[in-house]
């Protein structure tokens, strides 16, 4: 990692190397559930990583739960910036295509994660991050509780209210009828 050599102290490189350790593999799980290809989630993460070095000044806890949001949210962000710049019209791809349904089930799939994202950003910031929590990397409610530092009933009433926000945005968008 080249940037490495330009931290301005070596408290701000110590945390850098810190957080990339701590959260590297997390980072890489969201990056690979979005792009599929872990050659293109290691990028995504490197990416995300880069721009976590650029904001390293808004981590005030390397070890909280809103650190860790923040860093899968930068990861996200880099892997759906990854997807939509990967993504080859279906004309430009081999007339010889041996598994087309595979194709096309994997461009659904994609085109669904990106969907799905779509939803969770018009949702408040704190009922997302529960949300991710709960489902995207499958912690229980009291670790999400221990992991954002509230209480486990808290963590469950914004379990409910993203779930119910989240109803309420696939019948706005369309995704299911009312």
Known sequence: MLFLLTFSSAEERDLFEYLYQKYKKLCLKKAYEILQDYSLAEDAVSEAYLRVYKNLHKIEDPDSGR???????????????????????????????????????????????????????????????????????????????????ISQNLVGVRLHRAKKKLADLLVKEGFVGA
């Not at 910036?81 to 595979?102: V, Y």
């Open 67 to 149: 650190t860790a949001a923040f860093l899968v949210t930068i990861t996200r962000n880099a892997a759906l910036t990854m997807l939509s710049r990967e993504q080859k019209p279906l004309e430009e791809l081999d007339e010889g295509q041996e598994d087309s349904f595979a194709l096309v089930d994997f461009a659904l799939s994609r085109e669904f994660v990106r969907g799905a994202y779509r939803l969770l950003d018009q949702m408040d910031e704190e009922l997302r991050h529960v949300f991710l929590l709960k489902f995207a990397y499958d912690m229980g409610n009291k670790e999400i509780a221990r992991a954002l530092n």
